[in-house]
């Protein structure tokens, strides 16, 4: 019995349910409910259910309510499974209603063994061949370890996104990110603890792209982000923000802590000539490559500049204490209005005598010369 597929009948009548088990029982393992709304919390808990037959007229949930309920289900093994509606005086408007909700298929009350054991079997056919099709899907689709998108899958996101931007008049952006001496680092710290590095820097870029962007793999130690509606300056923008949290920061695998830099290539369109999803994607992975040849720890996007934001005076001193000076520069003036409250409370405690008026004396010459 155990062996048997698990068919749950729903019907308010016990004799139709008799009637329904006499016919099923010597392929099939029988669990009957005599209510929608119990048939629900059964279907719910019961993960071995296989398919349902339900009558249409019930006490609590009929079957029209309840057939909505499993469709709209979150489950996905309530969403693909069969349903059959016993049908009787109904009329072809109500048979539309089921059909239009997703019922598998009708029965009429008082069918044979035969034509119901014919339908139920080639129910059971169809929702099996449906599941492996989406296993073999998810297995194209998605990387087994790490969850993120596979690389062929990433070219059909960037395919996507184009006509996207094609249709909206907007951009795409895509951007290629890969560890700094790949191979190298797993020379000296074995493969095992490099992709569990890997993986963190995945799961921690996964947490800061928008929900609309795709994330996936795009080669040993590389992967790739594409944003539709996304221009390139503001790409730009935002991967030398992951780049610099990387440098500055450190990834913890194998029970050490372990310093790591990335190299980040950039394409978009309508901005660069290519003429297939796949180039650019290839595009943006040969901009990384000559960014890491280049001498790594750095963004190449062909000629385009992110777009300058402010930063924070932590950020500042996390960049000044990893030696990257270079990179506060540009907000100097910024970070100079930031702490004018603050040097004035330090001048009036310590007696310093700063030159405060010739700070904000320059300061004021700056933003109206805009320089």
Excluded at 53 to 65: A, C, E, R, T, V
Excluded at 148 to 157: H, I, P
Excluded at 280 to 287: E, F, N, P, V
Excluded at 307 to 320: F, Y
Aim: proline share 3%.
């Amino acid at each position: 019995m155990a062996d048997l597929p698990r068919i749950l009948v729903v019907d308010d009548s016990r004799v139709v349910r008799m009637s329904l088990v006499q016919q099923l029982k010597a392929d099939y393992e029988v669990r009957e409910e005599s209510d929608g709304e119990a048939a629900w919390q059964t279907l719910v808990l019961d993960h071995t259910i296989k398919a349902v037959i339900s009558d249409l007229q019930m006490p609590k949930l009929n079957g029209y309510q309840l057939l909505e309920k499993i469709r709209s289900s979150k489950l996905r093994r309530l969403q693909l499974l069969p349903f059959i509606l016993l049908s009787g005086e109904e009329s072809e408007e109500e048979r539309l209603g089921a059909q239009a909700l997703g019922v598998s298929d009708f029965l009429t009350k008082g069918a044979g063994s035969a034509e119901l054991a014919t339908r139920l079997k080639n129910l059971l056919a169809l929702t099996e061949a449906k599941e492996n099709l989406e296993s073999d899907r998810e297995q194209m689709v998605q990387d087994p370890l790490s969850g993120l998108f596979t690389r062929k899958y990433l070219e059909v996101q960037v395919a996507q996104a184009l006509s996207h931007s094609v249709r909206h008049h907007v951009e795409t952006s895509i951007m290629v990110i890969g560890f700094d001496d790949f191979a190298g680092l797993v020379e000296r710290l074995g493969r095992s603890v490099v992709t569990e590095v890997a993986n963190r820097f995945a799961r921690m870029l996964a947490g800061k792209v928008r929900h609309e962007d795709s994330l996936g793999h795009f080669g040993d130690g590389q992967f790739a982000v594409v944003s539709p509606g996304t221009a390139a300056t503001f790409c730009y923008t935002f991967a030398e923000r992951v780049r610099q949290a990387v440098e500055i920061g450190r990834l913890a695998a194998g029970g050490q802590t372990i310093a790591v830099t990335i190299s980040i290539g950039i394409a978009s369109m309508p901005g660069d000539a290519v003429d297939s999803a796949a180039g650019l994607l290839d595009l943006a992975g040969q901009r990384m490559r000559r960014a890491m040849a280049g001498g790594g720890n750095r963004t190449e996007a062909g000629g385009v500049r992110p777009v300058v934001r402010p930063i924070s005076i932590n950020h500042a001193l996390e960049l000044l204490a990893a030696r990257r000076s270079a990179s506060v520069r540009p907000h100097a003036e910024g970070l100079a209005r930031q702490l004018l409250p603050l040097l004035r409370l330090i001048d009036e405690e310590l007696g310093l005598a700063l030159p405060l008026a010739e700070l904000e004396h320059r300061l004021s010459e700056r933003n109206s010369t805009g320089k």
